[in-house]
């Protein structure tokens, strides 16, 4: 069954460090999202990317955030210069036509010392 | 603004009892909602996308059911089994073209053996 990939697992990086998270999403979707869940809480939204653009993003995407489609494969969301609160698990996912059902990654851990 | 709450936040039933988690949400308005399973540490895997035109949908030993204009759904597993612990997560989607997915904080189950 196909399947939404992330890596890294886990990311330990310093605070003002960029990071580049990767994603593979599932091969024929063409919506790509991006969420994060910091620890005990709910998971929220960043970013949603189709044909190429950003087609909505969250409060919290500001412009320390970016994401890119740099292949026709990978999906990625850098972020420039990290702070403490990064610290999260963030998601990938993706889905065939919008209102369709989401298929989620297993995350990437990222933990900003 | 969408705000979606889970009860109970957790519960322990023995094997074999049925599991009853509710999700309630603060606008009817909807398009669909998705409930997924959470493993300690792990991505969101998919269990059921229920669209606001349906009142309920299987798969297998789960059904969900969704009252819409009283902002509720409500997951059943019937039988449950210890590999049945895992974080119920209840996401609502606010429009056709919308994946800004708002979720609720989870019902955290232990099925104990």
């Known amino acids: 069954e196909p399947e939404v990939t992330q890596t890294p697992s886990h990311q330990v990086t310093q605070m003002g460090q960029e990071v580049i998270l990767r994603c593979v999403p599932i091969?024929?979707?063409?919506?790509f999202y991006w969420y994060r869940q910091i620890l005990g809480q709910k998971v929220e939204f960043l970013v949603s990317?189709?044909?190429?653009?950003?087609?909505?993003k969250s409060e919290i995407f500001d412009d320390q955030f970016s994401v890119e489609r740099p292949d026709g494969s990978n999906f990625t969301l850098k972020i420039r210069s990290t702070k403490l609160e990064d610290s999260a698990m963030y998601f990938c996912?993706?889905?065939?036509?919008?209102?369709?059902?989401?298929?989620f990654g297993p995350g990437t851990r990222l933990t900003v010392l | 603004k969408q705000e979606v709450t889970q009860i109970p936040a957790a519960l322990s039933v023995p094997e074999g009892e049925n599991l009853v988690l509710n999700c309630s949400f603060t606008d009817s308005a909807i398009y669909n909602l998705q409930w997924f399973r959470q493993d300690p540490g792990k991505g969101l895997t998919s269990l059921l996308l229920i669209q606001s035109s349906q009142r309920e949908q299987t798969s297998g030993r789960l059904n969900a059911s969704l009252d819409k204009s009283s902002g509720r759904s409500t997951l059943y597993i019937a039988a449950s089994q210890p590999g049945d612990s895992a974080t119920y997560l209840c996401a609502v989607r606010p429009g056709r073209g919308n994946n800004r997915l708002a979720f609720g904080k989870g019902n955290q189950v232990v099925v104990i053996p």
């Open positions: 091969s024929n979707h063409l919506y």
């Open positions: 996912a993706s889905s065939n036509l919008p209102g369709l059902e989401l298929y």
């Open positions: 990317f189709y044909n190429n653009e950003i087609s909505e």
